[in-house]
Antibody, heavy 122, light 109 residues
Framework: QLQLLESGPGLVKPSETLSLTCTVS??????????WAWIRQPPGKVLEWIGS???????NYNPSLKSRVTISVDTSNNQFSLKLSSVTAADTAVYYC??????????????WGRGTLVTVSS | EIVLTQSPGTLSLSPGDRATLSCRAS???????LAWYQHKPGQAPRLLIY???SRATGIPDRFTGSGSGTDFTLTISRLEPEDFAVYYC??????????FGRGTKVDIK
């Protein structure tokens, strides 16, 4: 069964860059034609799709975050990463990595990580 | 953007009860592309249903998704102890990005 695990700092200062990595196990990212995604949930708010990346490196981003987000993939290490720049307290959230299925840009998510809480505070 | 409203916010039931969860969309969901997820504290969310009524791999048949257009339902026929959790719906047929509901918590009465 595919497993995803998020890792990275739990505390980021305002205006800095949030960086997270998702490690995929029990499946090879380089041998399968899948997208990989980041989703977040701020406290008390709705889940929000951040962006997705194809194993080739082609990415799609939520328009509301596009100017600050970069998602990259490292298939040799079975990892993909999220960078979110110029963070504010509004970026405090539990961040999940997940695998999307379905047609491009019309995705549901069949595998998720447990999530990691990132707090933006000085 | 399609807004999803889930009701009730909390459902208090006993093991063996039938649970009926509602997800209403602000506009028709194209192709009825709607999914349901189960989420327990500290665990990864779990896909239950996709395409409104297709059960994901390994999901017990006590979970049933139904509905179309703007009104969707997740029914759990007989609650097992492990079914007490938060359930989210997500539409992925509208303009990018897909959107999620706020969730329904099913807790033990």
């Amino acid at each position: 069964q595919l497993q995803l695990l998020e890792s990275g700092p739990g505390l980021v200062k305002p205006s800095e860059t949030l960086s997270l990595t998702c490690t995929v196990s029990n499946g090879s990212m380089s041998s399968s034609s899948y997208y990989w995604a980041w989703i977040r949930q701020p406290p008390g708010k709705v889940l929000e799709w951040i962006g997705s990346i194809y194993y080739t490196g082609s990415a799609n981003y939520n328009p509301s975050l596009k100017s600050r987000v970069t998602i990259s993939v490292d298939t040799s290490n079975n990892q993909f990463s999220l960078k979110l720049s110029s963070v504010t307290a509004a970026d405090t959230a539990v961040y999940y990595c997940a695998r999307p299925l379905g047609q491009q840009l019309y995705w549901y998510f069949d595998s998720w990580g447990r999530g990691t809480l990132v707090t933006v505070s000085s | 953007e399609i807004v999803l409203t889930q009701s009730p916010g909390t459902l208090s039931l006993s093991p063996g009860d039938r649970a009926t969860l509602s997800c209403r969309a602000s506009q028709s969901v194209p192709s009825d592309w709607l999914a349901w997820y189960q989420h327990k504290p500290g665990q990864a969310p779990r896909l239950l249903i996709y395409d409104a009524s297709s059960r994901a791999t390994g999901i017990p048949d006590r979970f049933t998704g139904s509905g179309s257009g703007t009104d969707f339902t997740l029914t759990i026929s007989r609650l097992e102890p492990e079914d007490f959790a938060v359930y989210y719906c997500q539409q992925y047929g509208g303009s990018m990005p897909g959107t999620f509901g706020r969730g329904t918590k099913v807790d033990i009465k």
